[in-house]
């Protein structure tokens, strides 16, 4: 566990692409060695930049309904691992927030997933998370989510669950009434076995 303190405060003192961000340096991540779910996001928002706690803004509301658990469950880091592609708020584009920093998977990704053992399933949310932990060419989210039986439960894919999302959700009904309780079941099942 000290080598994780160690590591985790190299991680959240990083500056690498400090230049590059338009609020500075500030990475948002989650993580225990005990964690059994894995949480994998794209980037921090102005707002969780602000906070410092991850998805602490309304994506974050609606992905832990999708998930079927509290607060309380969600911010222990015991149980879930929280993971974006980058750590901190990348700035905002024409159309949303701008693509993850590639510099947090390259500097930091393997050491941080090797001090993760015990994790059950991966919730792996967007694009970027999806073209990273998935070793398919670059699929579509829908495509992914559509075909998520193939990777269950070891990875499942998710769109991203922000508001500007609500479009994708209308097109796709099925993500919602099939596959969220099923979610919800599994993760209720690894939070309940020790």
């Keep these: 566990m000290s080598h994780l303190n160690a590591l985790l405060s190299e991680v959240r003192a990083c500056t690498v692409c400090e230049p590059d961000l338009p609020n500075g340096a500030r990475p948002v991540l989650q993580l225990h060695p005990n964690a059994k779910i894995l949480v994998a996001g794209q980037a921090p928002g102005r707002r969780v930049h602000a906070s410092g706690i991850p998805f602490d803004d309304p994506s974050g509301d609606r992905l832990r309904d999708w998930m079927g658990i509290s607060k309380e469950v969600f911010y222990n880091p015991q149980q879930i691992a ?71 439960p070891k990875q499942i894919p998710l769109p991203h669950p922000s508001p500007r999302n609500n479009l994708w959700l209308r097109k796709n009904p099925g993500f919602e009434a099939e596959l969220v309780p099923l979610i919800q079941r599994r993760i209720k099942e690894i939070l309940a076995a020790n």
Aim: aromatic letters at 14%.
């Design 82 to 152: 929280i993971v974006p592609m980058g750590f901190c708020f990348p700035g905002t584009g024409k159309s949303g927030d701008l693509p993850p920093r590639p510099e947090c998977a390259e500097t930091w990704h393997r050491k941080l997933f090797n001090q993760l053992p015990n994790i059950h399933s991966s919730l792996v949310i967007g694009k970027y998370a999806q073209d990273y932990h998935f070793s398919q060419p670059k699929k579509s989210v829908t495509q992914l989510v559509e075909n998520w039986r193939e990777y269950w």
